[in-house]
C-alpha cells in the first residue's frame, strides 16, 4: 500500500467505525439490515479472489455459504459455541470447495461456469429433500448459546460480533491477496500458460484459490445463520450465486475493495427496492445491466472514467472496426 | 397384464417430460455452440412463452385446434422478442469478457422476471388442457393422458425440423460455417450478424414452444424462469455443449429416468439430474455427445 | 497498364497495439496477377487481411474500382467481390466439401453470378471424387485447393491469395500453380498473390511489390526484380 | 550455467499429418544454436516438444543426459529449461516490476506462500538486479501491457533470466522489431548468453540475426533435418537455398 493509500485505509475505518456505532440507535430492522451488508461484503470479497484474481469463474459460490450456514444451524441445535461453529463451518466449506476444485480442475472457461453452478444445484436439490436440514422449510430458530465472552442474544453484541469476524476475515482475505501466493494467482489470471512456463503448477493454484475462497464464503454464511436465525434451501439456490458476482462487477473486480463498495450498493438496494415494490426483480435487474453496458469495471473506475471523458477523450478506447 | 403399464406409463410420461426438457435445452445449445454465449435469460423466455399460451386463450378451455394455435402463436412471439433483444443486447454481449457476459444475460433473467410479475403477478395462474387431451388412452389398465401422446409428437416434429434445417437448408449450412469459423464465414460473404440474430430468435423460440407446452401442467409463476433454466443448462451439459442430438439423448434419458424413480425411488428423482451431470462430468467432461470443448482462456 | 481494379494509397495497419504497415501504395490493374513478395513477418498477411476489412485496424485509402472499402464489414466487401484465401486455408472441418464449396456462393451477386459446381470442379479436376469427404479428411494439398475453388465459387473480381504454396510438397505446389494459372485467363479476374516462395510467385506475375517492416521496398516487373541483386539477398534472399 | 539438449529420432504427428520427422540433434552445452527453416518446417513444434508443451509419438528427449521425454513442462522448468514466445508472452495487467517479480518467486518455489504477506526482501533484491540487467528499471512501474513489442520481448528474456535457465528457447526474437531493436536484441542476447554461459536454442526468420548469433546451425524442412553446421558452411549449399528461399541457385 502506498503512502496516499494508507491515508485511505484509515479514513475509510473511522468511518466504518463511525457507522458502525451509529446503525445500533437506528433501530433493529437497521441493524438487520446493516449486518446482512457486512456478510454480504465479505461473501462478495470472497468471490472476487476467484473472479477478480485468479479469473476462476464460479458460478457455484452459494454451495459453500450455503454449507456454512447449514453447520452453523445445525450445530447451534447442539449448543456449539459461537466461534466453534464458526469455524467448523469454514472448515466444512472449506473441506466441499476443496473436492469441488479436485473435481472441476480439469475444466475451465465458461464450462467451469456451468459445471460449478450445476454442482451448486446438487446441495440444493439435496438440501431440499433432506429432512436432517429441515427440507423445504429450513432450520429456523438459530441461536447462540447465552453465554462466553459475547452474550449474542443480545442483537447489539451479535452485530459487533458480526463486525468484528467480517473484519478479521476481510483482513487475512488482504494477507492472501498480498502473499506472494497472491501474486502468482494474478499471474495466472494474465495468462495461465505462460505462467506454466514459469514453472507454476496452474491447476493446483486454482484448487487453492477455490479452497481459501470457499472457507470464507462458509464464514459469510454461518454469520447468516446467526444474523437472521432461519437457514432455507434457498440460501443454496443458484441465484445466491450470482449475487456476489454481480456484486464483485459493480463494484469493480481487479481490485480488493471494489466487491465490497458493490455490496454495500446491491444490498441497500434490494432492501429499499424491497420495500417500494414487489417487482423489485426489474429494478435490480436494470441497475445490473447498466453497469454491464456502461461501467463493467466498476463503481470504482468511475471517477477514472469521468476524468477522462472531462479530458474529451472517448472514455473507453474505441473498438477496432471490425473483429468477427 | 399388471406388468406392462408399471413399464409403459412412466415411460410415456417420462418421455413426454424429456420432449419439453429437449425443446428448452435445444435452443440453450444452439446459441451456446454457435454464438458461444451462455444465455441465462433463456429460462426467462420459457416463462415468456409459457405466460403468452396463458394470455392468447386468457386460461379458457378450448378444443385442439386453438390450443395448437395459441402455443405456435406463444412460440413466435417469444421468438420475436428473442429477436428484438438481440439487435439490442445480444449483440454487444458477444464482444463482453465471459462473466460479463454471463451477467448481462443474468440481468436479462431478473428484467424479465421482473416484467411477468408487474404483468401477470406473483401468485400460480392454470392454463387447461385442450378439451379431449384430458381424456386418454387406457394402457393394461392405467390412463395415459392423450397430452403426453401430443408431446411426444410435437417432439417428433421438432427433431426432424431441426435436421432437416441445419442439415439441408442454405440457413443451415451457414449456420454450421460460421459456429465453425466466424471469420472464414464473412470471409465468403455471410451476414454473420444477421445469422446470430436469426439463432438466437430461433433458440429462444424453441423455448418459448417449450414454456407454452407446459403451461397446462403447472401453476405458472415467474420463478418457472429461474428453476426451469437450471435443468436446462444440465441438459446440455450431459448432452454436450453444441450438440442438438446430445440434447435429445440426455433430455430424453433425464425425463425417463426422473419418471421411473419417481415411481420406484421419490427422493432421489428431483437431483437424480444434477447426480447423472456430476457423474457424466467424472466419466467424460465433455458430454455423451460433445467434442472436447476449446475455448481461449479469457 | 490495365484500368486499375484495387488501389491503395498511403495505408497504416494496426494489430492491437502493434504498428504493422506504414504507408503501403498499391495498385492491381483489371485481369492483372501481383505477386506481393516478402520473409515471413514482412507484413503481407497482414496487408491482405486489410483489405478484406477483418483484424487488422487501418487508415489510409483502399479502393475497389472507385468504391471505398475501409468502412465496410467483412462480408459487404466479400459481396462486393474480394475473396481472400487464408493462410490456414480454413476449410470448415466439419462440413463436406461439396458444402465447403456452396458456402462460397453467398458472395456472389446479380452481376457476377456464382457458376454452377460442375463449372468450377472442371477448374479442379483433383476435387471430383472428394465432393463427398468432410474437409477435416483432406490433405493440405487438397485444403488449398478447396480454399481457391470455394473463393471461386463466388465469381470474385478480386482473389487475394495468402501464401498458396506454404507447406505443400513441390508436386502439389506445381499443380496450385496450374491452377492459379488457369485462373488469370478467368475472364477479368485479378488476383493479388503474397508468397515467401519468389520463384513459385515470379513464374506467375504480370507485376512484384516486395514488402519488408510493413513497408513496400519494391514495385515493378518480375525481370526487374531478378536484376536486383541487393533486393533479392536482403528480403528474399540470403 | 549450461544444459545440453540431445534428440533422438523425434517424431510428431498431428492426426495423418507429420510435423517432426525422425528429427535427431544435438546441442552442445553452452553454445548458441539457431534452427532455421521455411514455414511449416515444424520450428514452433520442436520448441513445443523440448519445453515439454507437446508429447512425442516415437523418440527421446535428453536434457543434460537424463531423459525427458516423459517429463511435464512444469517439471522441466524446474531442470532450467526457459522459454520465450514467438509473441512476448508478459502478464498484461501486472507492472513491468510485478512480471520479474513472479519469475523471481516461482525459481525459488514461493508462489505458494500465501501465509506471508510480504515477499521476502531477498527476492525483491533478485527481481530489482534482473530488472538493472535488461535495462528496464525505468519501466518498472508502468503495465506490461503498454510497453512495446521490443521492450515485452527484453522483458520475457528478462524473465527467462530470473528462473536460473540452464537452457533458453528463443521462438524467433525479433519477430515484430523495428530494425533498431532488432540490433538491441541481438547485442542482448549475445550479452546475456557470455555473462551466463547460458545454452540458447533460436529460431530466425532474420538470416542477418541468425549469421550474427548462431555458432552452429540446423535446417529444418517439413520436420526434417537438412543439416547442422556452422553457418559458413550452410550458407553455400545449394539444397538450403533451394528449399529454404524457393529462389534456385543461379538467382540467388
Known sequence: MRAGGRWWAVALAVAVVAWAVAVPRLGLGQLALWEDVAIQVLFATSVNLLLGYANIPSFGQAAFYGAGAYTVALLAQSAWPPLAALAAAVAVAAALAFVTGLITSRVTGLAFSMVTLAIGQVLYTFVLQSNAAGGEGGISGVAPPARGLFDLTQPVHLWWFILLCVAVAMLALWWVVSSPFGRALTAIREDPKRAAFLGIAVRRYRVMAFTIAGGAAGLAGGLYAYSTTIVAPAVLNWTQSASPIMMALVGGMHTFLGPALGAVLITWLLYVLGQATRAYLLYVGVVLLAFVLLVPRGIVSIPDLLRRLAGGRRATGAAPEVTP | MAGIDAILVPLLSGLSEGVVLFLVASGLTLVLGVMRIANFAHGGYFMLGAYFAYTLLRGQLVGVLPFVAAVLGAAALTGAAGYLSELLLFERFYRMPRMQMLLGTYALLLILEGIAQQAWGLFPITQPEPMGFIAGLTVGGTQVPYYEFFLILVGLVAVVGLEYLLRRTAFGRQVRAVAEDRLMGSLLGIDVGRVYALMLALGVALAGLGGALTAPTVGLIPDIAVQFVIQAFAVVIIGGFGSVTGSLVAALLVGVMTSFLVSFAPSVASFSLYLLMALVLLLRPQGIMGRPWEEEER | ?238 | MSLALRLEGVTKRYGAHVVLDDVTLDVEPGTLHAIIGPNGAGKSTLFGVVSGEHTVARGRVLLGGRDVTRVPAATRVGMGVARAFQVARVFPDLTVADNVLVAVLASHRLTQVFWRRRVPERTEREARRALERMQLTALADRPARSLSQGDRKRLEIGMALALDARLLLLDEPTAGMSPEETAATTRLIREVWRETGVTVLLTEHDMQVVFDLAQRLTVLHRGRVLCTDVPERVRERPDVAEVYLGVSAQHA
Open chain 3, 1 to 238: 497498364m490495365p484500368e486499375p481494379r484495387l488501389e491503395i494509397e498511403g495505408l497504416d495497419g494496426r494489430y492491437g497495439t502493434a504498428h504493422v504497415l506504414f504507408g503501403v501504395s498499391l495498385t492491381v490493374g483489371v485481369g492483372e496477377t501481383v505477386a506481393l513478395l516478402g520473409r515471413n513477418g514482412a507484413g503481407k498477411s497482414t496487408l491482405l487481411k486489410a483489405i478484406a476489412r477483418v483484424e487488422v485496424e487501418t487508415t489510409g485509402a483502399v479502393r475497389l474500382q472507385g468504391q471505398d472499402l475501409t468502412r465496410l464489414m467483412p462480408h459487404r466487401v466479400a459481396r462486393l467481390g474480394v475473396q481472400l484465401v487464408p493462410e490456414d486455408r480454413r476449410v470448415l472441418g466439419s462440413l463436406t466439401v461439396q458444402e465447403n464449396l456452396e458456402l462460397g456462393r453467398h458472395a456472389a451477386a446479380p452481376d457476377r453470378p456464382a457458376p454452377s459446381l460442375d463449372e468450377v470442379v472442371s477448374l479442379f479436376p483433383t476435387l471430383a471424387p472428394l465432393l463427398g469427404r468432410r474437409g477435416r479428411e483432406l490433405s493440405g494439398g487438397e485444403q488449398q485447393l478447396v480454399a481457391i475453388a470455394r473463393a471461386m465459387m463466388g465469381r470474385p473480381r478480386l482473389l487475394l491469395a495468402d501464401e498458396p504454396s506454404e507447406g505443400l510438397a513441390p508436386a502439389i505446389v506445381r499443380q496450385v500453380g496450374e491452377v492459379l494459372s488457369a485462373l488469370r485467363t478467368q475472364g477479368d479476374l485479378s488476383i493479388l498473390l503474397a508468397e515467401q516462395n519468389a520463384r513459385f510467385a515470379l513464374d506467375l506475375c504480370d507485376r512484384v511489390y516486395v514488402i519488408d517492416g510493413g513497408r513496400i521496398v519494391f514495385g515493378g516487373r518480375p525481370e526487374e526484380l531478378r536484376g536486383e541483386r541487393e533486393l533479392e539477398r536482403r528480403y528474399l534472399a540470403l
